[in-house]
């Protein structure tokens, strides 16, 4: 595994999914991302690509998923508050 920050995306992508009381699996298929593709990215095992990106918080209820500065960041709830 590699040695990401504690906050990572996937860090983030879980708790969002934890929120929802969605499993990995549930989220997965929702957002249309293969499950292990899903695991991999919420372990922090790989980056979160772009669809990821957009296709998660649509699938966690997000009306308006949107691009943060960061290419690996998201909203709705994902990207850490530094206002």
Do not use: W
């Given at each position: 595994?590699?040695?990401?920050?504690?906050?990572?995306?996937g860090v983030r992508m879980a708790?969002?999914?934890?929120?929802?009381?969605?499993?990995?699996?549930?989220a997965a298929e929702l957002a249309?991302?293969?499950?292990?593709?899903?695991?991999?990215?919420?372990?922090?095992?790989?980056?979160?690509?772009?669809?990821?990106?957009?296709?998660?918080?649509?699938?966690?209820?997000?009306?308006?998923?949107?691009?943060?500065?960061?290419?690996?960041?998201?909203?709705?709830?994902?990207?850490?508050?530094?206002?």
């Amino acid at each position: 595994m590699h040695a990401l920050l504690e906050d990572h995306t996937g860090v983030r992508m879980a708790r969002l999914r934890r929120e929802r009381h969605l499993t990995q699996r549930a989220a997965a298929e929702l957002a249309g991302i293969p499950y292990s593709t899903y695991t991999k990215t919420e372990q922090g095992v790989i980056a979160a690509t772009p669809h990821v990106i957009v296709a998660f918080p649509a699938a966690c209820g997000s009306r308006s998923p949107r691009l943060s500065a960061s290419p690996t960041r998201m909203s709705c709830g994902l990207t850490n508050s530094t206002s």
